[in-house]
């Protein structure tokens, strides 16, 4: 064994370097023990798999599987180290594994300071141990001779117990450094106090190579000071940094070294040039100096950086990269470990670079190269340092790569800030930056492409970074001023490299020849700068630079550096399975692809013209630009075509790329993003490939064969059609999709296609951007973006919100670099392509966020730009444009307007669609934030220099308003402010160009992105703020909501320009919410209202009779005090509707936005409510009081009747007890009949009041048709109403002398038909009018009342307000038709007149009463106690009937409150609900119910809805319950009144005062009440004890009688006879206006009462509303919604007979609002009944039946509901 022994005399050389080395390692490692230098002794190896050495290995062989391997035989070396010169040598074993690049260090020999040596003991060869076991990076280890050619470096850990601590502190590391070749070895510490270093003589170093490394475990402890700790191994992905949270756009200085890496994220995602320039801010206020030099919080930007990357994911880190080389900061080529000494070629990092140059060999053809630069064959020139070096490497190389003109810092210098921060983890990273040049002489520091590599650190530590830069570059650069020291890094004998010495020191001539004959490194290629100038140094090596990469030929791309990297044991990122597999899924795809045009064509089939093709039918579906007058039909040939392409599309099977494209999306989710970005990747680059070529043609036809139009015109379409990307496979797996949406449910392919919308959806919540427009196809597949976000939304927290943002602008004005400035995303630019239609991109705000923005996700939208070249050509492309602007805005919550300085004069064509589109916003209540951006203004001063031109913008702006809304007929809208939150001053930002300099050389302009700062700044401050400011508020929706703006608004859009139809289901669902909000507050306005009327009437009818002596005349007092007590209530009432409605309004709620037009139009109707209960009201009390003042000559005679009998009798009484006779009750019987007889002579002559009903109701008609003229009024005077009314009323031609006038305005009319619509109008109205007569005979006959003029007063307005909606009614006809209703009238009155005055007939009622005033007298003259009896008889007489007739009164309104708030009231909640539930039902009844709900919707909606309430009551005990709680209600009322009234009164002061406790509640009968209170005379105590008594009997027994009237026939008689009818009540608030659409008949469901404008939610064919076509006379199939968008017309009455076109149908029916609807399944329900009652309605209507459409004919009820559900926006929750 041969042996080297430390002798300090051979010590001579290289002292001062061995204790700078010591001293810089003390400085990184200030708390390890120093531990004296000691030299290696090597012994000769023992060759392989020695027994010694395998009894080694084996024996660790169980502890350390996963680092030493079975497969590979270890090498052993056996060394003895002497760790002084006077002691022993110690033995070190060395294993190195030959099958990997890995060693171990099994055991190890230390020493301390002091002389005894100390026994560490054996290391466990387990990885991950503390200071225990270190694997180390060398090179590959291979036997030649006996001799190990390569180097061989090991570094361990030991660790030294302290006993005066307990604890245990890290010692520094041991490296032992092999010269195997020259058979010389040194062991060397890095860290050393030990006094004898400084007698270390020159030469003991002279042959020895001095080696310094980087410390260890450094990286864990940088990252936990970072806060970094947990993230290690790629952890932090990129939607965590791109999230929204509270330091986005925080101006709050750096505090901590936590917040360091995300400051300088945040600013690096912005392509912040003074993203490295961080540091902490240091606190001045508590220092009485300032420390310039204390790093304690700084740390420097390339260890910043390298910690970072080795927490990114690889997707972060390809971001990271791009934005760094949008900085022109030098990137990571090789990433090193200082743990693990592992480096990594980062080529996956920058695979995703793309770049575009012009050398100057092509600079005269004006030609430029474009591809990604990691593909690229570029020479690459290294710069590396050896030893020491005075001269500046980093700076230097920033001076050669920079024009003197634009200097810019590519690579950290130590004059930059932090970066004279001691590194501690970047040693030995190699960075890259590219010089590319422009092609222009005067500003190019190269003429052609170099890439310019800089290694960090001392390059003798690190041979592997060494050995790859040797192997890969043209030229190497070694900055080195010790040129005698240890270069055997350079002897690579694979380097290919020319090298070059670099230094400002001075050797003499000999020694730099030895030097460079050594090293093989030419004379020439020596640079010594011996002058301070920079300049002229960098000038000289910029041209030996350029001579380099001119003679070396060496090219090498980055791609095959992997081939190098993985030879020499660097880790290759892309080596990764994920991404190994997402490549080779890719190239399955691509690799096939020769022609782009073909490819497409046979394997993405289903998007390409098929889909164009059926998006142009979808269009016309809309537009109707070329229908005939058979619109229907012409839908359903369009219907059948589209049927017709999505079968050629289901014929054609999934292609084999979709097939693996779906594969490959259907990965985890890492390996499908892998996937994902290497398809974008190879997809790119053909397309760029064919791009470039077609472009080449392409100015080669238009220099050589200008002439050839024809070609260049094939190859302009071709450049058109050359793209393909990722977008395109999602538009074939969209039309996948949709495709098999087609198909019925069962088919078994819908059922495989049903997981695809989920994967996109995750890839949007990736952060992937996802297509929502294509771009091609001009066209949203609805089908599938539906599911996608439904999908989305199920993915994330159901009640997640999503603000949306949008960017508008023409064309290459840097759209997509703004959002990508801004927020960091994606979105592609410059990719041979500008962005086509539009991609949305979601950005996850953060949790202590989400309550200040109200958002949950951001959703930022790029679109195409507007007054694109490629569309200008086509007439179609300002519609296009239209189209896209309406969309994006109207998705939009902000809207962003990019105004590029350059295209002013186009934008203005862009404002003006934006004014539009703003405008229609703003019309369906959504007023989004406007902010203009105005590029390309690099004037610092340039928001105050631009005053006057935003002031002009404004001007302008106002004037597109004004010409917008004339064009929209919206006259109100006159300033821009009036439909868009803008503030000229606050909402314009003014933003530099992008570039610094000329690119590609140039660095993103800091001012650029410090004014998109501000802009963020401002957009995420103004969502902040939207809370406080009621005008600024934006409110986020869900992804649900989203999709249905969406799909609604782009309905609208694809309408005629500017013919703007919205009929959106978010806008439906608010306005239903707002109805049903307002419908509860009216209907309880009414309830009160009605309550109280009926309260007051009850006190009519208890007037005299409750009260004694009061006057009648004193009732119209009691009139006008309940008139105005009534419009106190009524306003108080109106107000709290009115709070109510503020109330709902500034709730800060989505839908609240969307109905805010309907606004005024719900004040207008409780305003219309309040006056129209205020008349009703009036008038009942009014009739109330004037049936009560009718009946005072009735009541005067009953009194005068009363006043007698009790007079005589009282007499007779008395008579009889002076007498003192002993009168037996024979006796007594006597007496009182002579009495009797007496009363009856004196009552004979008393008569009943007579009443010609007939001749009053004459003067009344007389009155009411005094205004139609003389004709009219002669007609009356010859009319006998005694003869009128007894028959059918049958219409007479000769009352329309003037028919023809309206024949000759109505195209769908003849005689015929107009005698048969009019006399189905007068029928209605007859039917209408015995209804009413039938009331108010029933009321008589219950409450004993006679003939009023009221009920003729009623019955005349109620024909006036049937007849003024049908003016074809003539005068003479309206005349017959009151002279009928009024006969009939006049003769049921009179009969009813009769039947009262034999009712109340003195005599009559004499004969009546005389059994029980003769009872009364026998009992009074032998003077029994008949408490009980008298109580019983109350009961009976008085309290029961008053107690019947309260239930009565007030079960109507109890039985339509159930209806409205029970089980199954949604359906009475708002008429839209209503017309649903009434139409659902109706499929299941026959012909007769249609047509009497088309011809009589009123009458039928009626009887409807009282069939509904005999259902509901019939079954269970519905009405019995309700019954039986009013009976309780006042039963507890009664016996309250009883227990209250003092007892100690005469029974006859009690019973009055009883009555008038309750005569706002019970209305007793009067003649009862008289009856009862003659001759009695009973206790009054026991008399209410006993009252109780009954009353608890009379309840129970009429609980039991509720109990047995609950049959169908009862239950319809008890709410037939009911005076306050339910149905009528539910009808009132149900049939709203009664307004019908003018075409169809459909009723309008505008809420409440009052409203400007009336609509409907289903329209149907208008030959249900009875319209033919003039020639045929077959029905019309046409729908109004259809018509609308037509370019058909229409005459009718209104048009004076004119035709009139329906688009402007407003025009003629300004109050009507049919929204275009081209959907065919909306309309399926009337297109159901018109088809399966064709003939029925003909015949009926007396025309021929309709032509149906094919498509009509293959509907079923089914179809029929799904159509009814969409139309009224029902979903299976809500039909429930």
């Known amino acids: 064994m041969a042996k080297f022994e430390l002798e300090r005399k051979k010590l001579k050389t290289q002292v001062e370097m061995v204790k700078q080395a010591i001293l810089t390692v003390y400085e990184l490692v200030p708390e390890a023990e120093p531990i004296a230098l000691v030299k290696a002794v090597k012994e000769m190896p023992m060759g392989i798999g020695s027994s010694e050495s395998s009894c080694s290995y084996e024996a660790k062989q169980a502890e350390s599987s996963d680092l030493l391997r079975e497969e590979f035989l270890p090498v052993v070396y056996e060394e003895m180290v002497s760790l002084n010169e006077n002691s022993t040598p110690r033995p070190i074993r060395i294993i190195s594994d030959t099958g990997t690049s890995r060693s171990l260090l099994l055991k190890e020999a230390l020493t301390s300071c002091e002389s005894e040596v100390t026994e560490i003991g054996d290391f466990t060869p387990v990885q991950g141990i503390e200071g225990r076991i270190v694997v180390v990076t060398s090179q590959k280890i291979t036997e030649e001779e006996s001799n190990l050619e390569t180097g061989l470096v090991t570094r361990a850990r030991a660790k030294k117990a302290k006993a005066e601590e307990g604890s245990v502190q890290s010692s520094t590391l041991l490296k032992i450094n092999h010269d195997l070749s020259g058979g010389k070895s040194k062991l060397f510490k890095e860290q050393s106090c030990d006094p004898e270093i400084a007698e270390l003589s020159e030469e003991a170093f002279s042959d020895d190579k001095i080696v310094k490394v980087p410390g260890e475990h450094h990286l864990p402890k940088l990252l936990s000071t970072l806060g970094l700790g947990d993230l290690l191994g790629g952890k932090l992905t990129l939607s965590s940094v791109l999230e929204i949270n509270s330091n986005t756009v925080s101006d709050k200085p750096t505090q901590s070294m936590e917040q360091l890496p995300w400051a300088f994220l945040r600013n690096l995602m912005m392509s912040n040039l003074n993203a490295r320039n961080i540091k902490c801010a240091q606190d001045v206020h508590d220092c009485s100096f300032i420390d310039v030099n204390n790093d304690s919080d700084a740390i420097n930007p390339l260890d910043l950086t390298t910690a970072l990357f080795h927490c990114s994911d690889p997707f972060l880190q390809q971001e990271m990269v791009s934005k760094m080389s949008m900085c022109q900061f030098a990137l990571p080529l090789l990433l090193p470990n200082c743990d693990t000494q592992q480096s990594t070629l980062m080529l996956w990092a920058m695979r ?14 004006r030609t430029f190269v474009e591809g990604r630069i990691v593909e690229m064959d570029i020479p690459m020139v290294s710069f590396v340092r050896l030893g020491e070096s005075s001269l500046p490497k980093s700076q230097t190389l920033n001076k050669l790569v920079s024009n003197p003109h634009q200097h810019n810092d590519t690579f950290v210098h130590c004059d930059m800030e932090c970066g004279d921060v001691p590194r501690t983890i970047s040693d030995g990273l190699v960075e890259v930056s590219w010089y590319l040049p422009c092609g222009n002489t005067n500003i190019d520091m190269f003429k052609e492409s170099v890439a310019i590599v800089n290694m960090r650190g001392d390059g003798r530590l690190f041979q592997t970074q060494m050995s790859f830069l040797l192997q890969t570059s043209a030229a190497v650069f070694i900055f080195s001023d010790d040129l005698e020291g240890d270069l055997s890094t350079l002897n690579n004998r694979e380097s290919s490299a020319e090298l070059f010495l670099v230094t400002s020191k001075t050797f003499n001539m000999k020694t730099l020849s030895d030097i460079c004959m050594k090293h093989k490194v030419k004379e020439s290629n020596v640079i010594i700068k011996k002058k301070k100038n920079d300049a002229e140094f960098v000038k000289k090596l910029r041209f030996h630079v350029s001579e380099a990469i001119g003679k070396n030929q060496i090219k090498m791309k980055v791609e095959d550096m992997a081939a190098v990297a993985r030879r020499i044991g660097i880790v290759v990122d892309e080596d990764c399975t994920e991404c190994t597999n997402g490549r080779r899924n890719a190239e399955g795809i691509t690799g096939k692809i020769t022609d782009v045009v073909k490819f497409k064509k046979d394997q993405l089939p289903l998007h390409g013209e098929i889909w164009k093709q059926i998006s142009q039918i979808e269009k016309e579906n809309y537009r109707m630009r070329k229908a005939d007058k058979d619109i229907e039909g012409y839908r359903s040939s369009l219907k059948i075509k589209e049927t017709k392409l999505r079968k050629e599309q289901q014929q054609k099977a999934v292609s084999e790329a979709m097939g693996k494209f779906t594969a490959g999306i259907s990965e985890s989710g890492t390996q499908r993003l892998y996937f994902l970005k290497w398809l974008k990747t190879q997809l790119d680059n053909l397309s760029r490939h064919n791009l470039s070529a077609l472009r080449q043609q392409y100015k080669d036809c238009c220099r050589n064969t200008p002439q050839d139009k024809k070609l260049i015109a094939d190859l302009d379409e071709q450049i058109s059609n050359c793209s393909l990307g990722p977008e395109h496979f999602f538009r074939e797996l969209g039309q996948i999709y949709e495709c098999a949406c087609s198909l019925p449910v069962s088919n078994p392919a819908r059922k495989q296609v049903q997981h695809l919308p989920a994967l996109c959806a995750q890839m949007l919540l990736d952060g992937f951007p996802v297509e929502l427009v294509d771009g091609d196809a001009s066209n949203i597949p609805m089908k599938w973006i539906k599911e996608v976000l439904t999908q989305l939304h199920q993915l994330v927290d159901t009640n997640s919100t999503i603000l949306v943002l949008t960017v508008l602008g023409v064309q290459s004005t840097g759209k997509s670099t703004l959002l990508n400035t801004m927020f960091g995303v994606q979105f592609a630019v410059s990719s041979g392509r500008c962005t086509r239609g539009a991609f949305m991109l979601l950005i996850k705000v953060s949790e202590e966020l989400r309550s200040e923005l109200k958002c949950d996700f951001i959703m930022v939208i790029d679109t195409e730009g507007l007054k694109s070249p490629e569309l200008a050509a086509l007439e179609t492309s300002y519609e296009h444009d239209n189209e896209l602007a309406t969309l994006v805005i109207g998705l939009s919550d902000l809207t962003i307007i990019n105004i590029a300085m350059e295209n002013s004069t186009e934008m203005k064509d862009i404002l003006q669609i934006a004014v539009h589109a703003f405008l229609r916003m703003k019309q369906i209540g959504k007023k989004p934030r406007c902010l203009f951006v105005h590029q390309n203004v690099s004037d610092m001063s340039a928001h105050d220099s631009n005053m006057r031109d935003r002031k002009k913008l404004m001007e302008q702006l106002d004037e597109m308003t004004k010409a917008a809304a004339k064009m929209e007929k919206k006259l109100h809208y006159t300033k821009f402010t009036d439909v868009m939150d803008y503030d000229p001053d606050k909402d314009s930002y003014y933003i530099p160009g992008l570039w610094h300099g000329t690119p590609p050389m140039a660095p993103v302009n800091a001012g650029y992105t410090e004014a998109v700062y501000e802009l963020k700044k401002s957009l995420i401050g103004s969502l902040q703020t939207s809370n406080d400011s009621k005008a600024n508020h934006v409110m986020a929706n869900d992804a649900t909501e989203f999709l249905r703006w969406t799909e609604s608004l782009w309905n609208a859009v694809k309408f005629e320009n500017f013919i703007f139809n919205f009929r959106n289901s978010l806008v439906a669902d608010a306005y239903s919410d707002l109805c049903t909000q307002y419908n509860t507050w009216e209907w309880s306005f009414q309830s009160e209202m009605n309550n109280w009327l009926i309260t007051k009437e009850t006190m009519i009818s208890n007037f005299g009779v409750t009260e004694k002596n009061v006057q009648i005349n004193g009732l119209r007092t009691r ?409 309780s209600e006042i039963v507890k009322k009664i016996t309250a009144k009883i227990t209250g009234i003092s007892k100690d009164t005469d029974i006859k002061v009690f019973i009055p005062q009883f009555c008038s406790e309750l005569k706002d509640q019970l209305v007793f009968p009067r003649d009862a009440l008289d009856t009862f209170l003659i001759l009695i005379n009973t206790k009054t105590d026991q008399f209410a004890i006993n009252l109780k008594e009954f009353i608890e009997e009379m309840e129970l027994h009429l609980a039991k009688g509720y109990v047995n009237k609950t049959g ?169």
């Open 1119 to 1527: 009139l006008r005090e309940w008139i105005h007590e009534a419009s106190k209530k009524l306003c108080a009432g109106e107000q709290t509707i009115l709070s109510n409605l503020d109330e709902y309004f500034q709730k800060k709620d989505s839908k609240v936005r969307l109905v805010e037009k309907y606004r005024q139009d719900f004040r207008t109707s409780a305003n219309s409510l309040r006056q129209q209960i205020e008349n009703s009201i009036k008038h009942s009390l009014e009739k109330a009081v004037g049936f009560r003042e009718g009946m005072e000559k009735v009541n005067k005679i009953k009194d005068r009747e009363m006043d007698i009998i009790e007079k005589k009798v009282c007499e007779l009484l008395k008579e009889c007890r002076e007498r003192k006779a002993d009168l037996s009750e024979v006796g007594l019987t006597s007496e009182f009949e002579k009495m009797w007889d007496g009363i009856t002579s004196e009552l004979s002559a008393v008569r009943m009041p007579e009443i010609d009903v007939y001749q009053d109701v004459h003067h009344l008609l007389r009155s009411n048709l005094s205004s139609k003229g003389g004709h009219v009024l002669q007609m009356l005077y010859t009319v006998d109403l005694r003869s009128r009314g007894q028959g059918k009323f049958i219409v007479k031609t000769e009352w329309f002398a003037g028919w023809k006038r309206w024949l000759s305005a109505l195209t769908h009319m003849d005689k015929n038909h107009l005698i048969a619509e009019i006399q189905e109008i007068c029928d209605c109205n007859i039917r209408h009018c015995d209804s009413l007569i039938s009331d108010q005979i029933c009321v008589m006959n219950r409450s004993n009342t006679d003939y009023h003029e009221t009920y003729i007063r009623d019955l005349l307005k109620a024909v006036d307000d049937q007849v003024k909606d049908h003016h074809q009614i003539s005068d003479e006809c309206e005349t017959n038709l009151k002279v009928h209703v009024c006969g009939r009238a006049a003769k049921l009155f009179q009969q009813t007149h009769k039947e009262f005055n034999a009712r109340n007939d003195p005599q009559n009622r004499l004969m009546e009463s005389k059994l029980i005033f003769q009872e009364k007298f026998l009992e009074s003259f032998s003077e029994k106690d008949q408490c009980q009896k008298r109580a019983k008889q109350f009961t009976e007489t008085c309290v029961r009937p008053a107690v019947e007739d309260y239930v009565s009164k007030h079960l109507g309104l109890a039985i339509a409150n159930q209806m409205k708030m029970g089980d199954g009231g949604v359906s009475y909640s708002t008429r839209t609900h209503f017309l649903y539930d009434l139409l659902k039902q109706l499929l299941d009844e026959d012909f007769q119910k249609y047509k009497e709900y088309t011809r009589s919707y009123g009458t039928f909606v009626k009887n409807w809805i009282k069939e509904q309430i005999i259902k509901k009551m019939s079954s269970g005990e519905q009405m019995q319950t309700l019954e039986t709680n009013l009976l």
């Open 352 to 365: 995703d670079l793309v770049k575009k140059f012009r050398p100057h060999s092509l600079a005269g053809d």
């Open 1608 to 1776: 169908i026939s009862h239950i319809t008689e008890i709410i037939t006879q009911l005076p306050s009818k339910p149905h009528e009540l539910l009808f009132t608030r149900l049939c709203g206006c009664g307004e019908q659409c003018p075409f169809c008949r459909t009723p309008c469901e505008a809420g409440g009462q009052d409203h400007k404008t009336h609509f409907s939610s289903m329209h149907r064919s208008q030959g249900l509303g009875r319209y033919r076509f003039e020639g045929t006379k077959k029905l019309v199939t046409d729908i109004c919604t259809t018509a609308v968008i037509s370019e058909l017309t229409f005459k009718s009455s209104e048009t004076k007979g004119e035709y009139h076109p329906y688009k402007q149908y407003r025009d003629i029916y300004p109050n009507w609002e049919i929204t275009g609807d081209p959907s065919m399944e909306s309309s399926d329900y009337w297109k159901y009944v018109l088809m399966k009652y064709n003939q029925e309605f003909a015949k009926h209507d007396d025309a021929l039946p309709a032509d149906i459409p094919p498509a009509w004919k293959e509907l079923k009820s089914s179809d029929a509901e799904i159509g009814l559900r969409k139309s009224f926006n029902m979903g299976a929750d809500k039909s429930k």
